[in-house]
T-cell receptor
């Protein structure tokens, strides 16, 4: 089973709203990732959690705040977003954040975010 | 030079033909290589991974890796219209541990 789930599927929010994206995996993976993908571009890494600790923050603006409550869950809290933040937000997981086959990343279906 | 390069296409092939997708990478320390398929509006779906030089076959898909030439390819035999999608080449960076994506190649399979 290589399933990663994400909720909600679609989200429309105003620039003053606070919302959260949720991701869950039940594969026993210990690394989880947030990516942002704009149309006709490849996924762009935002954050990496390894063993529930933040390993990588790709200089993402503070209006994006990740949280990893446990090894199966990953949240992305959103506050005061800009229209240019509208994109597909993808969660992924892998066995470990390391080299080799254990870094095979499996993506969730994504959340389509629109900021008005 | 981009870290992972792909021809953006579109690559157009007739139904039943072999589609050949190519990717080059710059980090000689890379050990793992991945192909993802992404339908419009959907998330990337893993098709294959390869980490040894040579060919790896899975059904209609064959991944080929040549580390000396820093080149990885994906062949799709008996292409079907349902194979029409963007194919993302991804390379695991030996330096940073991150997965580096190419820009993707759009494949169109015409009936």
């Amino acid at each position: 089973d290589t399933e990663v789930t994400q909720t909600p599927k679609h989200l429309v929010m105003g620039m003053t709203n606070k919302k959260s994206l949720k991701c869950e995996q039940h594969m026993g993976h210990r690394a989880m990732y947030w990516y942002k993908q704009k149309a006709k571009k490849p996924p762009e890494l935002m954050f990496v959690y390894s063993y529930e600790k933040l390993s990588i923050n790709e200089s993402v603006p503070s209006r994006f705040s990740p949280e990893c409550p446990n090894s199966s869950l990953l949240n992305l809290h959103l506050h005061a977003l800009q229209p240019e933040d509208s994109a597909l937000y993808l969660c992924a997981s892998s066995q470990r954040f390391a080299g080799g086959v254990t870094d095979t990343q499996y993506f969730g279906p994504g959340t389509r975010l629109t900021v008005l | 030079q981009k870290e992972v390069e792909q021809n953006s296409g579109p690559l157009s092939v007739p139904e039943g033909a072999i589609a050949s997708l190519n990717c080059t990478y710059s980090d000689r320390g890379s050990q793992s290589f991945f192909w993802y398929r992404q339908y419009s509006g959907k998330s990337p779906e893993l098709i294959m991974f390869i980490y040894s030089n040579g060919d790896k076959e899975d059904g209609r898909f064959t991944a080929q890796l040549n580390k000396a030439s820093q080149y990885v390819s994906l062949l799709i035999r008996d292409s079907q219209p349902s194979d029409s999608a963007t194919y993302l080449c991804a390379v695991h960076s030996g330096n940073t541990g991150k997965l580096i994506f190419g820009q993707g190649t759009t494949l169109q399979v015409k009936p």
